[in-house]
């Protein structure tokens, strides 16, 4: 995928989201540090209903270590893994206060070092905290990165890498935001919402035309033209198949024998079904 498809994705999705930002509610950096912790195999909406309690009696390093352990997890109890999740953050909590006086490094190596907290979490609070130019790659921006061919990559290391450095640097900063969103929502994992998609993905990801190849065990569309009634020609008719192929079984087995005829014009794939009894012919068109 070359620059200009790439600033065309990101062009229709700013379109579609000219202010994207995260999900997860939280008004200071360390609000947003805990609610990304806590985030880990969890919804943004189960993290949200949490925090909401938690940070009504306790939203800075000092009153939420005053907490505890166990006086943090009935807060945080709804939410995948929260013994863990309690003991990193009291933990978290102890050394931003020790260290760093209380308030959030600015610093990825600093974030990375703290309990809970991995590369993906320092790029979302470097990101969206701090302002910095990192993009974050979850399942849905590496499913996203992938299927649009925007970063492909094996590992999610590979496509963080590939995504920092072919993205263009005025949409970086909002890269993150839009890539998880559209994965969240759109470009899901099972059954992708395509008719809603902002991304007109036929185009974008592949350059070459769509060809009609012809099904295995059918001769090739090109030699499908049946003679005309009476005419005798034997070069037009349709030249036998195999015959072990699947039309012949079907045939010997009592079925009726479908063929495919393929034709194309302005854009548009026509296949044809006969049924071999009557003539009814069944067609559907399929926009390239």
């Known amino acids: ?11 229709r999705l ?10 997860l509610a939280y008004a200071t950096p360390f609000e947003l540090l805990v609610a990304v912790i806590l985030s880990a195999q969890a919804t943004d909406v189960s993290v949200n209903k949490a925090t909401r309690e938690l940070y009504s009696v306790a939203r800075t390093p000092q009153a939420v270590m005053a907490l505890g352990v166990d006086g943090l997890k009935p807060y945080i109890r709804h939410i995948g893994l929260f013994n863990t999740k309690a003991a990193n953050v009291i933990r978290m909590c102890e050394i931003l206060l020790a260290e760093h006086g209380g308030e959030v490094p600015r610093d990825r190596e600093a974030l990375e070092a703290l309990p809970g907290v991995g590369r993906k979490t320092a790029n979302v609070v ?3 905290a701090f302002g910095e130019p990192t993009i974050a790659v979850d399942t849905h921006i ?3 990165a992938n299927r649009t061919g925007l970063a492909p990559g094996k590992t ?8 920092t450095r072919l993205t263009p640097d005025e949409y970086r900063q909002d890269a993150h935001h839009w890539l998880i969103l559209h994965g969240r929502y759109v470009c899901i994992a099972r059954k992708p919402r395509c008719g809603s998609c902002p991304i007109d993905a036929s185009r974008i990801v592949s350059s070459h035309p769509i060809r009609a190849r012809p099904r295995a065990g059918f ?3 090109s030699h499908r033209r049946r003679p005309a009634p009476g005419s005798g ?9 195999p015959p072990d192929d699947r039309a012949t079984r079907a045939t010997r087995s009592g079925r009726r024998r479908v063929s495919s005829r393929v034709t194309t014009s302005c854009g548009r794939i026509t296949v044809s079904r006969d049924h071999g009894r009557g003539n009814h012919d069944r067609q559907a068109a399929v926009q390239v």
């Open 14 to 23: 700013k379109c579609a989201n000219p202010a994207p930002t995260t999900e």
């Open 233 to 241: 020609d034997s070069t037009l008719a349709r030249p036998e198949s």
């Open 219 to 221: 001769p090739d569309p």
């Open 126 to 128: 470097l990101n969206t």
């Open 142 to 144: 590496f499913r996203v």
């Open 1 to 11: 995928m070359n620059r200009a498809r790439r600033i065309e994705i990101y062009e």
């Open 156 to 163: 999610v290391r590979e496509v963080e890498d590939r995504l």
